[in-house]
């Protein structure tokens, strides 16, 4: 299950600075923002500005979520993927 922000006002702006092995440490705010917390995956997107996004990993797959539903809305992929694991056992 998705965690949500706490809080809800865009955080100000932080200076961290680039630690050993290009450690970064996340202020606390801007993980309550995120909704991220200690062992979670992030996702860094360079931008073409030169700035960085930076999304909680379940954010990112959320987001994701149906964006290609429209490619083969008339076919079950679902369905194709199990005929051919079930023909490549066949063939085993």
Not at 49 to 77: E, T
């Amino acid at each position: 299950m998705a965690r949500t922000p706490k809080v809800r006002e865009t955080p100000p702006p932080y200076a961290v600075d680039l630690a050993h092995r290009g450690r970064v440490v996340v202020p606390a705010a801007i993980r309550e923002y995120l909704g991220v917390a200690e062992g979670d995956r992030l996702v860094f997107t360079p931008e073409a500005d030169g700035s960085v996004r930076l999304r909680g990993l379940k954010a990112q797959i959320s987001s994701l979520r149906g964006a290609f539903r429209d490619v083969a809305s008339d076919r079950d992929l679902v369905a194709e993927l199990i005929r051919e694991r079930r023909q490549d056992a066949e063939r085993e």
